[in-house]
């Protein structure tokens, strides 16, 4: 059996993606993660403290896939396209639920600055990653876009027919 940090951190990962932040308590996370409430408490001092360890977790788990796919090619416009596939790949593995950071951004108060903090540490590490791909700054700026369009809308229809839609837009871009 796990920890009971890493059950923790397991059991809160699946209920904020499944239900959200605000509807996951942390009576439900101790429950269903099979921890005492001290034991909670002794690795988290508040459930915002365990947003933020949550988000800190997925930026390295999503960054690292997200490197598997463009790695598997040489070209900037086949890594680009990598990209997009990815989305793809992470609709279909997590039924459509659409980008962590920005379904709790629209959960939380502007003064929860340390989990604003870590949200605005991903996007922009993403907007880097573009940049680096891409080089030119205004091109980045719009796949960048398109990339996070891609997410939201895939998550709102439940459907990848918008990140191919971006896909073409980026091929005619690049």
Excluded at 28 to 37: D, H, M, P, R
Excluded at 79 to 90: G, K, L, T, V, W
Excluded at 130 to 155: D, N, R, V
Aim: proline share 1%; net charge positive; aromatic share 12%.
């Amino acid at each position: 059996m796990s920890s009971p940090r890493e059950r923790i951190m397991d059991t809160a990962s699946l209920l904020f993606r499944q239900q959200g932040y605000n509807r996951t308590g942390i009576n439900q996370i101790i429950s269903e993660a099979n921890v005492a409430k001290a034991s909670f408490y002794q690795h988290f001092k508040s459930k915002d403290e365990l947003c933020v360890a949550f988000l800190k977790a997925r930026h390295e788990y999503w960054f690292s896939e997200l490197m598997k796919y463009v790695s598997k090619s040489k070209t900037t416009k086949k890594r680009i396209f990598n990209a997009f596939d990815f989305i793809r790949y992470m609709n279909e593995i997590e039924d459509f639920r659409g980008c962590s950071f920005l379904n709790i951004l629209s959960e939380i108060s502007k003064e929860q600055d340390a989990i604003l903090s870590v949200i605005k540490k991903h996007k922009n590490d993403l907007r880097k990653f573009f940049e680096k791909e891409l080089g030119e700054e205004q091109l980045s700026a719009h796949i960048y876009l398109l990339f996070e369009s891609s997410i939201t809308e895939s998550q709102l229809f439940n459907s990848n027919e918008l990140v191919e839609r971006s896909k073409k837009i980026v091929n005619n871009l690049i």
